[in-house]
């Protein structure tokens, strides 16, 4: 049974970091596509950062820069180190694979993904 485990998320001031990690099990995510997702209460989800089969990360709009992903151990685990954090960034972080191919426009799309962890809880604020 694959599972997705988050980790590292926490309270943080404005302008502070965090870095999220996620662990797998059951299944080794070597080529496929991994990615970051963010939730606030009442609103959708979103992609927020990922890397597709090939190794080659994309980002949302909103990152401008602050966030990096990174993939490890052969795929056990996902990373992301997040810079620079502002309140808009208050939210629940999931990580989220997909064994399937993924076009580069629909590496941030949540529809695309099929295996999600059950989230870690970022909050920034001063």
């Known amino acids: 049974q694959v599972q997705l485990t988050e980790s590292g998320g926490g309270s943080v001031q404005p302008g502070g970091s965090l870095r999220l990690s996620c662990k797998s099990t059951?299944?080794?995510?070597?080529?496929?596509?991994m990615g970051w997702f963010r939730q606030v209460q009442g609103k959708d989800r979103e992609g927020v950062a990922s890397i597709d089969h090939n190794g080659k990360a994309d980002y949302a709009d909103f990152v401008q820069g602050r966030f990096t992903i990174s993939k490890g151990d052969e795929g056990h685990t996902l990373s992301l180190q997040m810079n620079s954090l502002n309140p808009e960034d208050t939210a629940m972080y999931y990580c989220a694979a997909e064994t399937g191919f993924l076009e580069e426009w629909e590496l941030l799309r949540v529809d695309m993904f099929r295996e999600w962890g059950q989230g870690t809880r970022v909050t920034v604020s001063s």
């Open positions: 059951g299944y080794k995510f070597g080529s496929a596509c």
